[in-house]
């Protein structure tokens, strides 16, 4: 019997005993995929009191201060024993959900957190360290780390569990990197591809189930972003359900919403035009559509019970932040308290249902940015019950009209699949579950 023919919380419970058990192994680095939802942080969690148990001091790398207090927070509640340090930067205040947190200690110096098993920081934070090692350490987001990061905290612990999704986006810098293409010591390649490059031994294990995306939802974002390493969804169809407390009026945001609570999908699609990035018409209809979604008093029925959708259960996602600053801008006050921001500020959160200003809408040309999959797969892969995505008409044609032509170097494996195929696959998916604007 294969981990596919399990059900999904055994399937998914096989691949953490065997992560665990490799950490009490021969190797140096275990590597971890996760695709959208799978329980990254959970693992995290997990594997970092199962070493503290085994009595190994610990030090944790997350990419962002967020994703460190969030790791604090869900540490402290579910290993209360554990003590645990904060390493931050002088001007960090400790939020009230951290002060709140008995077993943790906050400083600004290792030596002051010597006496705790376990030590989290950011990776940045860790590279002002110029000494002090540890027997282990987990890199949370490891897909996102950049290999010079890596690099620069490598001689401060000895082994390591490298935890993130491949699937998310890259990477990225102000500057230009093509003088490094190739080498294999490029510090914009991940820091997981550089290890693996080095390192090939290494055991590598892949989260198999979704728990945030549902039945309508996984086997869409796997085949557009995941076509080797394929997952599915922890729930089945019909265990979720959306409903709305007030009938529609019959206009298109409403039959748009009407058409992402059946499928958990919908494609709001404007007329055909070229226009600015802060495109007014395309914003209106994204902020139109989340506000919408508030008025009709939506309530998500799943394996969590039943709960009505509030406006910190709804994002808006989009690729820049002046596209951002405008969907903020047209909400409102009536739409108080939805998360509105780019798909890198989004990566790893989670919501009931997400509207998202497709990062081609309105396009005169498909630049690398725009085609980058893990733009697309950030903004299409946050929601546990249905994604509406904004867009002009004429994206397919604009995609035809600029193929993929990514220069192929030597010593860089080719990246499956591109952002023009990803782009192609889920537009092809939207195209059924497309309403006109205005029609």
């Not at 927070?73 to 645990?84: D, K, Q, S």
Request: one cysteine or more; glycine letters at 8%.
């Amino acid at each position: 019997m294969t981990v596919q023919d399990l059900d999904p919380s055994a399937a998914a419970g096989a691949v953490v005993d065997d992560v665990l058990a490799d950490l009490g192994g021969a190797h140096r680095g275990v590597v971890v995929d996760s695709p959208p939802g799978a329980g990254k942080s959970t693992l995290v969690v997990r594997a970092a009191g199962h070493l503290a148990a085994a009595g190994e001091r610990l030090m944790i790398v997350a990419q962002t201060n967020e994703q460190v207090d969030d790791l604090i927070e869900r540490i402290a509640a579910e290993h209360p024993g554990l003590t645990v340090g904060r390493l931050s930067a002088a001007g960090y205040l400790p939020p009230d959900r951290i002060l709140a947190c008995a077993s943790v200690k906050v400083a600004q110096k290792a030596d002051d957190l010597a006496d705790r098993a376990v030590v989290i920081a950011t990776a940045a934070k860790w590279a002002t360290l110029s000494d002090g090692s540890w027997p282990w350490a987990i890199v949370d987001e490891a897909y996102q780390m950049r290999s010079d990061m890596l690099l620069r905290i490598a001689g401060r612990f000895e082994r390591a569990l490298f935890v993130g999704d491949p699937g998310q986006l890259d990477p990225f810098s102000s500057v230009e990197v093509e003088r490094w293409a190739g080498l294999t010591w490029d510090p914009m390649r991940s820091a997981v591809a550089v290890l693996l490059a080095h390192n090939p031994e290494l055991p590598v294990h892949r989260l198999p189930v979704s728990w945030r995306l549902p039945a309508s939802a996984a086997p869409v974002v796997s085949r557009a972003f995941y076509p080797f390493t394929g997952f599915r969804s922890g729930t089945g169809p019909g265990d979720r359900r959306l409903e709305y407390g007030a009938g529609g009026m019959g206009t298109s945001y409403d039959r748009a919403l009407d058409e992402a609570a059946r499928s958990g999908w919908a494609l709001y699609e404007l007329p055909a035009r070229h226009a600015l990035r802060t495109d007014a018409e395309a914003v209106r209809a994204t902020a139109a559509l989340a506000v919408r979604v508030l008025q009709r008093g939506p309530v998500a029925h799943s394996e969590r019970g039943s709960q009505p959708v509030r406006a910190d259960r709804i994002a808006i996602g989009a690729a820049h932040r002046d596209q951002v600053a405008a969907i903020r801008a047209a909400l409102g006050s009536h739409g108080a308290g939805i998360t509105v921001d780019t798909a890198n500020r989004l990566q790893g959160r989670e919501y009931d249902v997400t509207v998202v200003l497709h990062p081609l809408s309105g396009r005169r040309d498909a630049t690398a940015f725009h085609l980058e999959s893990g733009r697309l797969c950030v903004l299409t892969s946050r929601h546990r019950h249905a994604c509406l995505v904004v867009a002009r008409a004429g994206i397919p044609e604009l995609l035809d009209a600029h193929p993929s032509a990514e220069p192929v170097r030597l010593g860089v494996p080719v990246r499956f699949p591109d952002g023009w195929e990803a782009n192609q696959a889920i537009l092809a998916h939207l195209a059924r579950h497309r309403v006109a604007a205005h029609a």
